[in-house]
């Protein structure tokens, strides 16, 4: 493997980087070296994202959504059953309706609209939105993956409001996923209303930590769109991003 910022070559990978978390990397960048008027919006922004629910944008009417939340219900108990477990004992009596009060909500990124429209119209090189929260299920598990999005982009004129990106974050974070796609389809969304965009995921995936293997690597993937293809363009602001308190390295595979 290569490390990544040695050389520069990404373009062997379809965009995407693994990573492995292994200790610190106290490597500094001087924000005044970056040159390009960057602008850091916040850290740790997830925790204030709203949650879609009642906004009346479901696809699914309501009648249909009790229905599936119902029938959820069922498949529960009879997965409980399954698992050798008694439906009817006290711990497990309300469970199957906790699960499918659950999924309704950390599942509900199908049915969200990002609303990106709406822009502040504001002059700036580069904006960077680090640490966005974000908390999805492994598709091929059923079991949690979560970490952090940073988002740096080139406006054409215009800056999302960042509780608008924490949106986008979250429409295609609750769902089934796997961690690339849901970052080509962060960059992928913001692409035509930008110059350029890079998405830099960082994730832990309980797949990995509680079975199998079993080991602590954080995945880290990586999509760029526009003038972010351009490597210099590109490099300058992810070792900002990589500057970040995770320790992640980056390698090509
Ligand atoms: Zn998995």
Redesign the pocket.
């Known amino acids: 493997m290569r490390k990544v910022s040695s050389d520069g070559d990404y373009h062997n990978y379809d965009e995407y980087a693994h990573v492995k978390s292994s200790g610190s990397n106290n490597k500094s960048v001087d924000d005044a070296d970056m040159g390009k008027g960057i602008r850091k919006e916040s850290n740790s922004i997830g925790g204030k994202a709203k949650s879609s629910n009642g906004d009346g944008k479901e696809r699914r009417g309501s009648t249909s959504k009790r229905h599936s939340t119902a029938r959820i219900k069922r498949l529960i108990r009879q997965l409980l059953i399954e698992l050798g477990e008694d439906p009817d004992r006290e711990g497990l009596v309300d469970t199957p309706e906790r699960v499918a009060e659950m999924y309704a909500e950390i599942f509900s990124g199908y049915s969200m609209d990002s609303e990106l429209d709406v822009t502040f119209s504001e002059e700036s090189d580069v904006v960077v939105a680090r640490e966005i929260q974000f908390y999805s299920m492994?598709e091929?598990?059923i079991?949690p993956?979560f970490g952090k999005v940073h988002i740096a982009y080139i406006p054409d004129g215009k800056v999302f409001g960042i509780s608008k990106l924490v949106r986008l974050v979250e429409k295609y974070a609750k769902r089934l996923q796997i961690q690339e796609r849901m970052t080509k389809q962060i960059a992928d969304e913001l692409k035509d209303k930008v110059k350029g965009v890079l998405v830099v995921v960082e994730g832990d995936?309980m797949?990995?930590r509680m079975r199998g293997v079993k080991n602590n690597s954080r995945i880290l993937t990586i999509a760029y769109r526009g003038e972010f293809e351009n490597r210099e363009v590109r490099e300058q602001v992810l070792s900002l991003l990589m500057d970040s308190s995770s320790g992640a390295r980056m390698y090509d595979i």
């Open positions: 492994c091929h598990h079991l993956f995936h797949c990995m």
